[in-house]
T-cell receptor, first 115, second 112 residues
Framework: DVKVTQSSRYLVKRTGEKVFLECVQDMDHENMFWYRQDPGLGLRLIYFSYDVKMKEKGDIPEGYSVSREKKERFSLILESASTNQTSMYLC??????????????FGPGTRLTVL | DAKTTQPTSMDCAEGRAANLPCNHSTISGNEYVYWYRQIHSQGPQYIIHGLKNNETNEMASLIITEDRKSSTLILPHATLRDTAVYYCIVRPFSGNTGKLIFGQGTTLQVKP
Protein backbone atom coordinates (compact mmCIF):
# COMPACT_ATOMS: atom_id res chain seq x y z
CA ASP A 1 0.00 0.00 0.00
CA VAL A 2 1.36 3.41 -0.94
CA LYS A 3 2.39 5.57 1.92
CA VAL A 4 3.25 9.16 2.68
CA THR A 5 4.16 9.74 6.29
CA GLN A 6 4.70 12.93 8.21
CA SER A 7 6.85 13.12 11.30
CA SER A 8 4.20 14.50 13.66
CA ARG A 9 0.39 14.79 13.71
CA TYR A 10 0.48 17.64 16.21
CA LEU A 11 3.26 20.09 17.02
CA VAL A 12 3.41 23.11 19.33
CA LYS A 13 6.28 25.57 18.97
CA ARG A 14 7.14 29.04 20.25
CA THR A 15 7.56 32.16 18.19
CA GLY A 16 11.10 32.43 16.82
CA GLU A 17 11.87 28.73 17.01
CA LYS A 18 13.25 26.87 14.00
CA VAL A 19 10.80 24.17 12.99
CA PHE A 20 11.39 21.11 10.82
CA LEU A 21 8.50 19.20 9.29
CA GLU A 22 9.54 15.91 7.73
CA CYS A 23 7.80 13.96 5.00
CA VAL A 24 8.75 10.52 3.74
CA GLN A 25 7.24 8.56 0.85
CA ASP A 26 7.87 4.94 -0.02
CA MET A 27 6.64 4.99 -3.62
CA ASP A 28 9.85 6.14 -5.32
CA HIS A 29 8.05 9.26 -6.53
CA GLU A 30 10.02 12.04 -8.16
CA ASN A 31 7.63 14.86 -7.22
CA MET A 32 6.97 16.02 -3.68
CA PHE A 33 4.87 18.93 -2.43
CA TRP A 34 4.21 20.92 0.72
CA TYR A 35 0.83 22.62 1.23
CA ARG A 36 -0.74 24.48 4.09
CA GLN A 37 -4.45 24.43 4.74
CA ASP A 38 -6.36 27.15 6.54
CA PRO A 39 -10.10 27.61 7.07
CA GLY A 40 -11.62 29.61 4.24
CA LEU A 41 -8.42 29.57 2.20
CA GLY A 42 -8.24 25.93 1.15
CA LEU A 43 -4.95 24.23 0.32
CA ARG A 44 -2.15 26.49 -0.81
CA LEU A 45 1.11 25.27 -2.29
CA ILE A 46 4.24 26.36 -0.42
CA TYR A 47 7.05 24.57 -2.26
CA PHE A 48 7.50 21.58 -4.49
CA SER A 49 10.37 19.47 -5.70
CA TYR A 50 10.59 17.40 -8.85
CA ASP A 51 13.93 15.80 -8.15
CA VAL A 52 16.57 15.42 -5.48
CA LYS A 53 18.11 18.79 -4.62
CA MET A 54 15.62 20.55 -6.90
CA LYS A 55 12.95 22.87 -5.54
CA GLU A 56 10.53 25.43 -6.82
CA LYS A 57 8.48 28.03 -5.03
CA GLY A 58 4.76 27.56 -4.87
CA ASP A 59 2.19 30.25 -4.22
CA ILE A 60 3.18 31.18 -0.66
CA PRO A 61 6.89 30.43 -0.07
CA GLU A 62 7.62 33.42 2.19
CA GLY A 63 8.85 32.37 5.60
CA TYR A 64 9.59 28.80 4.50
CA SER A 65 12.42 26.84 2.99
CA VAL A 66 12.73 23.22 1.93
CA SER A 67 15.31 20.51 1.63
CA ARG A 68 15.37 17.41 -0.58
CA GLU A 69 18.61 15.53 -0.02
CA LYS A 70 17.14 12.10 -0.73
CA LYS A 71 14.41 11.10 -3.13
CA GLU A 72 12.10 9.76 -0.45
CA ARG A 73 12.35 12.69 1.98
CA PHE A 74 11.16 16.28 1.65
CA SER A 75 11.56 18.63 4.60
CA LEU A 76 9.79 21.92 5.23
CA ILE A 77 11.68 24.39 7.39
CA LEU A 78 10.32 27.39 9.24
CA GLU A 79 13.46 29.39 9.97
CA SER A 80 11.80 31.53 12.64
CA ALA A 81 8.27 30.43 13.38
CA SER A 82 5.59 33.07 13.68
CA THR A 83 2.01 32.88 14.92
CA ASN A 84 0.66 33.35 11.39
CA GLN A 85 2.28 30.05 10.47
CA THR A 86 -0.12 28.19 12.72
CA SER A 87 -1.81 25.87 10.26
CA MET A 88 -2.31 22.34 8.98
CA TYR A 89 0.64 21.28 6.83
CA LEU A 90 0.17 18.59 4.22
CA CYS A 91 2.82 16.75 2.25
CA UNK A 92 2.14 14.95 -1.03
CA UNK A 93 4.05 13.01 -3.65
CA UNK A 94 3.45 11.95 -7.23
CA UNK A 95 5.11 10.44 -10.24
CA UNK A 96 6.17 12.84 -12.96
CA UNK A 97 4.42 12.80 -16.24
CA UNK A 98 2.79 14.76 -18.95
CA UNK A 99 -0.83 14.37 -19.67
CA UNK A 100 -2.38 14.68 -16.27
CA UNK A 101 -1.86 11.18 -15.04
CA UNK A 102 0.18 12.03 -11.99
CA UNK A 103 -2.15 11.47 -9.06
CA UNK A 104 -0.93 13.05 -5.83
CA UNK A 105 -0.79 10.97 -2.66
CA PHE A 106 -1.14 12.90 0.57
CA GLY A 107 0.13 12.34 4.06
CA PRO A 108 -2.13 12.68 7.13
CA GLY A 109 -1.01 16.22 7.88
CA THR A 110 0.76 17.99 10.73
CA ARG A 111 -1.21 20.50 12.76
CA LEU A 112 1.30 23.12 13.85
CA THR A 113 0.52 25.65 16.54
CA VAL A 114 2.93 28.54 17.08
CA LEU A 115 2.49 30.30 20.40
CA ASP B 1 -4.95 28.78 -14.87
CA ALA B 2 -8.48 27.57 -15.41
CA LYS B 3 -10.71 28.30 -12.45
CA THR B 4 -13.40 26.00 -11.10
CA THR B 5 -16.70 26.84 -9.46
CA GLN B 6 -18.47 24.42 -7.14
CA PRO B 7 -21.44 24.74 -4.79
CA THR B 8 -20.34 25.35 -1.24
CA SER B 9 -22.35 22.48 0.21
CA MET B 10 -24.72 19.66 -0.68
CA ASP B 11 -26.73 17.03 1.15
CA CYS B 12 -27.41 13.48 0.00
CA ALA B 13 -29.42 10.64 1.49
CA GLU B 14 -27.52 7.49 2.34
CA GLY B 15 -27.81 4.90 -0.44
CA ARG B 16 -28.74 7.46 -3.07
CA ALA B 17 -26.50 8.78 -5.82
CA ALA B 18 -24.58 11.94 -5.02
CA ASN B 19 -24.07 14.20 -8.04
CA LEU B 20 -21.48 16.92 -7.49
CA PRO B 21 -21.26 19.58 -10.21
CA CYS B 22 -18.27 21.64 -11.24
CA ASN B 23 -18.02 24.51 -13.67
CA HIS B 24 -14.71 25.07 -15.50
CA SER B 25 -15.72 27.23 -18.43
CA THR B 26 -12.20 28.53 -19.10
CA ILE B 27 -10.59 25.11 -19.38
CA SER B 28 -8.10 24.76 -22.19
CA GLY B 29 -7.60 21.83 -24.51
CA ASN B 30 -4.69 20.21 -22.70
CA GLU B 31 -6.06 20.50 -19.17
CA TYR B 32 -7.48 17.57 -17.26
CA VAL B 33 -10.26 17.59 -14.69
CA TYR B 34 -9.33 16.00 -11.36
CA TRP B 35 -11.47 15.20 -8.36
CA TYR B 36 -10.12 14.78 -4.84
CA ARG B 37 -11.88 14.52 -1.53
CA GLN B 38 -10.84 15.27 2.02
CA ILE B 39 -12.43 13.49 4.92
CA HIS B 40 -12.21 15.36 8.19
CA SER B 41 -8.73 15.31 9.78
CA GLN B 42 -7.18 13.44 6.87
CA GLY B 43 -5.14 14.43 3.84
CA PRO B 44 -6.88 14.75 0.47
CA GLN B 45 -7.50 11.55 -1.47
CA TYR B 46 -7.52 11.18 -5.24
CA ILE B 47 -10.84 10.01 -6.71
CA ILE B 48 -10.74 10.21 -10.48
CA HIS B 49 -9.62 12.32 -13.42
CA GLY B 50 -10.50 12.75 -17.08
CA LEU B 51 -9.80 14.74 -20.22
CA LYS B 52 -12.86 14.55 -22.44
CA ASN B 53 -14.37 11.09 -22.14
CA ASN B 54 -16.48 9.91 -19.25
CA GLU B 55 -14.53 7.87 -16.74
CA THR B 56 -15.49 5.30 -14.11
CA ASN B 57 -13.54 3.56 -11.40
CA GLU B 58 -14.35 1.71 -8.20
CA MET B 59 -15.02 4.94 -6.33
CA ALA B 60 -16.97 7.13 -8.73
CA SER B 61 -17.92 8.18 -12.24
CA LEU B 62 -16.89 11.40 -13.94
CA ILE B 63 -19.13 12.90 -16.60
CA ILE B 64 -17.58 15.70 -18.67
CA THR B 65 -19.78 17.72 -21.00
CA GLU B 66 -18.96 17.71 -24.69
CA ASP B 67 -17.75 21.32 -24.60
CA ARG B 68 -15.70 20.44 -21.48
CA LYS B 69 -16.97 23.50 -19.65
CA SER B 70 -18.45 21.52 -16.80
CA SER B 71 -18.35 18.11 -15.19
CA THR B 72 -20.20 16.03 -12.62
CA LEU B 73 -18.77 13.60 -10.13
CA ILE B 74 -21.17 10.80 -9.32
CA LEU B 75 -20.97 8.63 -6.22
CA PRO B 76 -23.49 5.95 -7.17
CA HIS B 77 -24.52 4.79 -3.68
CA ALA B 78 -23.40 7.31 -1.11
CA THR B 79 -22.57 6.10 2.39
CA LEU B 80 -21.98 8.03 5.60
CA ARG B 81 -18.23 7.56 5.04
CA ASP B 82 -18.51 9.63 1.86
CA THR B 83 -19.16 12.74 3.95
CA ALA B 84 -16.21 14.95 2.98
CA VAL B 85 -15.10 18.05 1.12
CA TYR B 86 -14.89 17.33 -2.61
CA TYR B 87 -12.49 19.32 -4.75
CA CYS B 88 -12.78 19.75 -8.50
CA ILE B 89 -9.42 20.77 -9.93
CA VAL B 90 -8.29 21.65 -13.41
CA ARG B 91 -4.69 20.71 -13.71
CA PRO B 92 -2.60 23.54 -15.08
CA PHE B 93 -0.21 22.50 -17.76
CA SER B 94 3.00 22.93 -15.81
CA GLY B 95 5.22 20.44 -17.44
CA ASN B 96 6.51 17.66 -15.29
CA THR B 97 5.59 18.81 -11.86
CA GLY B 98 1.92 17.96 -11.64
CA LYS B 99 1.08 21.02 -9.61
CA LEU B 100 -2.55 21.15 -8.49
CA ILE B 101 -4.49 24.21 -7.39
CA PHE B 102 -7.20 23.45 -4.84
CA GLY B 103 -10.26 25.68 -4.53
CA GLN B 104 -12.82 25.73 -1.73
CA GLY B 105 -14.57 22.54 -2.73
CA THR B 106 -18.07 21.24 -1.98
CA THR B 107 -18.88 19.93 1.47
CA LEU B 108 -21.01 16.84 0.94
CA GLN B 109 -23.05 15.71 3.91
CA VAL B 110 -24.48 12.21 3.57
CA LYS B 111 -27.45 11.79 5.89
CA PRO B 112 -28.98 8.57 7.23
Amino acid sequence: DVKVTQSSRYLVKRTGEKVFLECVQDMDHENMFWYRQDPGLGLRLIYFSYDVKMKEKGDIPEGYSVSREKKERFSLILESASTNQTSMYLCASSLPGQGGSNEQFFGPGTRLTVL
Amino acid sequence: DAKTTQPTSMDCAEGRAANLPCNHSTISGNEYVYWYRQIHSQGPQYIIHGLKNNETNEMASLIITEDRKSSTLILPHATLRDTAVYYCIVRPFSGNTGKLIFGQGTTLQVKP
